[in-house]
């Protein structure tokens, strides 16, 4: 089986929606059967937003494909996931998700990486970086590089492409 853990896979909606859980390796969700994935990156409009402040931030991102679920975690200066950490780390990292927090508002075209997993037998993306997209090219050449990787790099391609390359 090949990995791609650690890497921020570039998918579609359409390709991340068929992921699966591994049964065999913890943390990681299977794609087309061969690769093992942890990370991905999306670039679509916001179309959906839930903030309960200083817990978290669900909101979705549709790139015309589908319609990925996402989670922005707002409780680093609560959760005792972050407790052995150096204060002053834990502090910045809350700041930067806050920063992320304002910058997810719904019809925003946005980049979007973070942590591939599962959450009541869905697979979600927990964000760890969020960019917003000025160049309206941005979202063409996303589902390009989609395609071309899908094809080259991760062995399987669910859109149509006649290609001969």
């Given at each position: 089986m090949q990995s791609l853990h650690?890497?921020?896979?570039?998918?579609?909606?359409?390709?991340?929606?068929?992921l699966t859980p591994s049964p065999s390796h913890p943390n990681t969700v299977i794609h087309k059967g061969t690769h093992l994935l942890s990370r991905a990156?999306?670039?679509?409009?916001i179309t959906f937003r839930e903030h309960k402040p200083d817990r978290f931030l669900k909101?979705?991102?549709d790139d015309g494909t589908g319609c990925i679920p996402c989670v922005l975690w707002l409780?680093?200066?609560?959760?005792?996931?972050?407790?052995?950490?150096c204060p002053p780390d834990v502090r910045?990292?809350?700041?930067?998700?806050?920063?992320?927090a304002t910058l997810i508002q719904i019809g925003v075209s946005a980049r979007v990486r973070g942590k591939v997993g599962v959450?009541?037998?869905n697979v979600q993306l927990t964000v760890s970086d969020v960019v917003v997209e000025r160049d309206p090219n941005a979202e063409i050449v996303h589902?390009?590089?989609c395609v071309?990787?899908?094809?080259k790099c991760y062995g399987c391609l669910n859109v149509n492409v006649n290609d001969s390359g």
């Open positions: 650690d890497t921020h896979v570039k998918l579609l909606a359409f390709d991340f929606l068929s990156e999306t670039l679509g409009i909101f979705t991102v409780n680093q200066l609560t959760s005792p996931y972050f407790s052995r950490r910045r990292i809350a700041e930067v998700a806050k920063s992320f959450y009541r037998g589902w390009l590089e071309r990787l899908a094809k």
